[in-house]
């Protein structure tokens, strides 16, 4: 079963508005979590993380939330614009993971329409 | 330039014909890591090394075989290919010290079996 899911495998935004992705998790003992995008023929690349002790994490243009008693975390684009479009995957890891192993949700294809 | 690489990029085979796919860091990363990603099911590990010599399953392990005799390299070797192993493969590094998560990825190989 997977751990990590994220429940809409597409989504498609107007330019300039606020895509919102979201990622839900069963495994109480991840701490830490990841957002990666991917482009066609590329590979995945780190966009943005926050660890369990925090509840919201911003980047620029990017702001992922934490809701741990839901088991539930999301990533806001705001504005939103066409080169975002890509996929993008969140992922978890454990406490005390020296392993830095990661579990991926099975991704959310973002389109952003000019 | 930081990187990760792999090759081949795209590889077409026969059943049961071996075949490696080379993974190269320029990092000096301790983590290495292969993932396949097939849809809707994201990332999924293969294999891992937390250093050299070191290695260990991941999640879907089963026909696949890896080694790191070299920090900087970890081929994927598969020794009996079969059309279920028709996937995009990802090789990725990290520091692999506690608490760094994030981990940089390789290009991609598309691989078919026939």
């Known amino acids: 079963d997977q751990q990590v899911k994220q429940n809409s495998p597409s989504l498609s935004v107007q330019e300039g508005r606020i895509s919102i992705l979201n990622c839900d998790y069963t495994?109480?003992?991840?701490?830490?979590f990841l957002w990666y995008k991917k482009y066609p023929a590329e590979g995945p690349t780190f966009l943005i993380s926050i660890s369990s002790i925090k509840d919201k994490n911003e980047d620029g243009r990017f702001t992922v939330f934490l809701n741990k008693s839901a088991k539930h975390l999301s990533l806001h684009i705001v504005p939103s614009q066409p080169g975002d479009s890509a996929v993008y995957f969140c992922?978890?890891?454990?406490?005390?993971?020296?392993?830095?192993?990661?579990?991926f949700g099975g991704g959310t294809r973002l389109m952003v329409k000019p | 330039e930081a990187q990760v690489t792999q090759n081949p990029r795209y590889l077409i085979t026969v059943t049961g014909k071996k075949l490696t796919v080379t993974c190269s860091q320029n990092?000096?990363?301790?983590?290495m890591s292969w993932y396949r990603q097939d849809p809707g099911l994201g990332l999924r590990q293969i294999y891992y090394s937390m250093n050299v010599e070191v290695t260990d399953k991941g999640d879907v392990p089963e026909g696949y075989k890896v080694s790191r005799k070299e920090k900087r390299n970890f081929p994927l070797i598969l020794e009996s290919p079969s059309p279920n192993q028709t996937s995009l493969y990802f090789c990725?590094?990290?520091?692999?010290?506690?608490?760094?998560?994030?981990?940089?990825f390789g290009p991609g190989t598309r691989l078919t079996v026939t």
């Open positions: 495994n109480s003992m991840f701490d830490y």
């Open positions: 990725a590094s990290s520091l692999g010290v506690l608490g760094s998560y994030e981990q940089y």
């Open positions: 992922a978890a890891s454990e406490r005390n993971n020296a392993g830095n192993m990661l579990t």
């Open positions: 990092m000096n990363h301790e983590y």
